[in-house]
């Protein structure tokens, strides 16, 4: 008997996890889903001869391009989600391409070491044991603070640029 | 009257040594780099905090196809009739991956006045420390061991030409070193598919802004010299008058002049005491400063053993330095 009921509470919990999400029906774990997509910009001529720029996936770079990170946030939950914050490395080997980032209705922030962060004019690093102002190719993290609400079904993004050393 | 004419005494690698600065460098990632890159995002529901990540990104590095050749010393100086004469190089892998690369020479350049003659061996890597050709540098046969350079690494390579007898001072003669990537050439961002080397396998290759090849120029300045001597007398007997008779005493004045837009380095006058007469101590001279007849630090000296002869060293002689008098006196026997 002891251990049928183990089963079966292990079963329970097991099914929980799995239906939260989907069912979205109490706040919590779950209700943003979060996808970064890797691009590079292409040049294409349209059917009048005009050139224009579109954003392909890419998987193979060489030095010297320039790749664009794209995080979006989705809310699949009833509910609204408050205070979203997307944190977005600069990856090794990549430099950030300067005011570059944008995310609408959000403020972004940068950092050097991913743990202190500050707009941009107020970010500072210490050399020869004076602080200044950060350098927009020095920035290892890029983070966008929402403003408002992701109201259900609402979705929110940040972008950067940045080039492969 | 006697002439002597020394040619072409050039300081052929006065520049050799005078290495290039070499800005070009490699770009950074390697070839084959996996970047990954996960966002993560922290919100809130009511009051229940909450993260969640995204998606893991990749991008792989592929390789770059880059060189550089840099000419070590713009001009080489030679003279007419020289061989084996070797212009420096250095090819350098500016791109991110390990590549081999194929060296060809070209001796026949338009723009100059003459064409060097490519030696029976013509292209060398300078494997040991001696300026120029040596007998340590490792022949170049292509396609056999074309040089492997990893990402930023380079070789010196020596170009060999021999020096056509019928050029003419300040003459120039241009040779060329050309290196390009064995993957493949050609316009900067061909790719050759799984062509590449990189760190975990093999990767695409693309060319780079080089094309993937690279060539750089020297230039063979002939900087022949000549010295030319012109010899006078002055015959002075013993009653006065100017008869060659025994005892008499004859002045000799020797003029070197120097042609040409080389250097005469280590430049020595030497002149043997005619038969039949006797050199008159203390009377050697150079551009009239008086020189001892020991052999000392001064630079000129007379040595008595057959043959008699008087020396001057004249050091490094250019058009700048002007013509030179050595004088002396003998008496005939």
């Known amino acids: ?165 | 009257m006697q002439a002597w004419r020394i040619l072409g005494v050039a300081s052929a690698f006065a520049l050799a040594l005078g290495l290039g600065s070499n800005k070009a460098h490699a770009l950074g990632a390697p070839a084959g780099t996996v970047i990954n890159n996960t966002a993560e995002v922290s919100y809130s529901v009511g009051t229940v905090n909450a993260t969640a990540s995204s998606n893991l990104v990749t991008v792989t590095v592929a390789e770059i196809l880059d060189v550089t050749v840099t000419a070590q010393t713009p001009s080489v100086s030679v003279s007419a009739g020289d061989t084996q004469q070797a212009a420096r190089y250095r090819v350098t892998n500016t791109g991110n991956g390990s590549e081999t690369f194929r060296l060809v020479m070209n001796s026949t350049i338009a723009g100059d006045q003459f064409d060097p003659v490519p030696s029976a061996t013509s292209i060398y890597f300078d494997s040991d420390a001696t300026p120029g050709l040596s007998a340590g540098d490792t022949p170049y046969v292509v396609g056999s061991n074309d040089p492997v350079l990893n990402a930023d690494g380079f070789v010196i390579v020596l170009v060999v030409n021999d020096i056509p007898a019928a050029v003419v001072d300040t003459n120039i003669g241009i040779t060329r070193l050309t290196a390009d990537a064995r993957t493949g050439a050609g316009a900067p961002g061909t790719t050759f598919a799984g062509a590449g080397n990189g760190i975990n396998g093999a990767v695409d290759a693309v060319v780079g802004t080089s094309g993937a090849d690279s060539e750089a120029d020297t230039s063979y300045l002939v900087t022949g010299v000549s010295l030319t001597a012109n010899k006078t007398q002055t015959v002075v007997d013993q009653f006065g008058g100017v008869q060659p008779v025994p005892g008499a005493r004859i002045d000799y004045s020797v003029v070197i002049n120097v042609a040409g837009s080389g250097n005469a380095t280590n430049a020595v006058f030497t002149d043997n005491i005619p038969a039949n007469t006797t050199y008159v101590p203390g009377t050697l001279r150079l551009n009239t400063a008086l020189l001892t007849d020991g052999v000392d630090t001064d630079a000129g000296d007379f040595t008595a053993t057959t043959p008699a002869h008087v020396r001057v060293a004249l050091g490094s002689l250019t058009t700048a330095s002007g013509p030179q008098t050595v004088t002396f006196a003998v008496t005939i026997n």
Request: net charge positive; proline share 6%.
């Open chain 1, 1 to 165: 008997m002891i251990k049928g009921l183990k089963i079966f509470g292990l079963a329970v919990i097991f099914a929980g996890s799995m239906i939260a999400p989907a069912a979205a029906q109490k706040p919590g774990q779950g209700c943003l889903v979060v996808k970064t997509v890797v691009e590079t910009e292409q040049v294409v001529v349209n059917d009048k001869g005009e050139k224009t720029t579109k954003l392909v996936p890419v998987a193979k770079v060489v030095p010297g391009v320039q790749v664009i990170y794209t995080t979006t946030a989705s809310n699949i939950c009833k509910v609204p989600s408050d205070k979203v914050s997307i944190n977005l490395p600069v990856p090794e080997h990549m430099t950030y391409v300067a005011d570059s980032a944008v995310g609408p209705g959000s403020d972004i922030e940068f950092s050097v070491d991913g743990k202190t962060f500050a707009a941009a004019d107020q970010l500072t690093v210490m050399e020869n044991g004076a602080p200044r102002k950060a350098r927009a190719d020095e920035y290892r993290h890029v983070r966008w603070n929402f403003k408002t609400s992701f109201a259900p079904e609402g979705q929110g993004f940040g972008r950067f640029r940045a080039v492969l050393n």
